[in-house]
């Protein structure tokens, strides 16, 4: 019985570790063949301590590969200018491939104008407008992270999204938007749910695959789903619970990511990702 629930499961934290043992070595080529290591610059504003956790994650992560991290902490009472004349240093620094800003901010900072302001080249977290546009319309650009994690775990899989039915629940700018753009590129017949939506129960029934990403926990039930459907929960709830409710949903699915170990590990193996093309390129362009 064991065998059968694993052989159904999306296993985020075994492909993360893949991935991550292969940017080792393309960190150690770019060492070796251009003197140059890959750097993520974080900036955490404020004291909230999941944000600092989640810093503390991405910093460990980077330095786990062999990449550099600089990490800039900036006060509670920091202003929109002060932070924006930081990350105006980090978009001159030449030794800096990408630039995260952790979510969220104080209250008083302008946080889209912040984000907006990280330089498309550095945007490996794939929170800049430009950045959106330019993935919305299939251009070169980084996708926000989760959603690149995603599209990474059901290629992993060979799940065919083409010609297929996909629901996305959830609408959020980072992660229910370009999940959907990432979902149309595909070929998938996208819809996309959010609060407002009527009968939404009646159209994840419609659903080959089902994106969970609202943030309400086991929001989604098993009574909802087409039996054989794939369900990706990329919720994170406190608990450690997703936005699906799993014990229900399990038996109708043909794959399920599990919360956590499903969707979540995915997040920062893609940011790592990204931060070594970034340098890649540069390397490159100089060549």
């Not at 292969?22 to 770019?30: A, P």
């Not at 929960?233 to 956590?260: L, Q």
């Not at 997040?267 to 890649?280: G, K, N, Y």
Request: proline content about 6%.
């Amino acid at each position: 019985m064991e065998n059968k629930k694993n052989n159904k499961i999306l296993d985020g934290k075994a492909l993360s570790q893949k991935i991550r043992e292969e940017l080792k070595k393309r960190v150690e080529s770019l060492k070796n063949n251009y003197n140059k290591t890959p750097t993520l610059a974080t900036i955490l504003v404020g004291n909230e301590p999941a944000s600092a956790t989640y810093v503390n994650m991405k910093v460990k992560s980077c330095h786990n590969i062999g990449m550099n991290s600089i990490r800039i902490d900036l006060p509670e009472t920091t202003t929109t200018e002060e932070l924006l004349n930081e990350i105006y240093k980090l978009n001159n620094n030449n030794e800096v491939d990408g630039i995260l800003l952790q979510h969220p901010v104080p209250k008083q900072i302008d946080e889209r104008k912040c984000f907006d302001a990280i330089d498309i080249e550095k945007d490996v977290d794939g929170v800049t407008t430009l950045g959106f546009g330019k993935i919305s319309f299939g251009l070169d650009a980084y996708p926000s992270c989760t959603p690149a994690g995603i599209i990474r775990l059901l290629d992993e899989y060979n799940l065919k999204l083409e010609g297929k039915n996909a629901v996305v629940i959830g609408r959020s700018p980072i992660l229910g938007k370009p999940l959907s753009m990432l979902l149309l590129q595909r070929n998938a017949t996208v819809t996309i749910c959010h609060s407002k939506t009527q009968n939404l129960p009646d159209i994840v029934r419609t659903a080959d695959f089902v994106f969970a990403c609202c943030g309400i926990p086991k929001f989604v039930k098993g009574d909802w789903l087409k039996e054989g459907c794939v369900l990706v929960d990329a919720g994170y709830n406190p608990g450690n619970i997703g936005d699906a409710d799993f014990e229900s949903c399990f038996p109708k699915c043909s794959y399920i990511t599990p919360v956590p170990g499903g969707v979540g590990p995915m997040t920062i193996a893609m940011l790592l990702s990204h931060t070594v093309e970034s340098a890649e390129k540069k390397v490159k362009h100089k060549v």
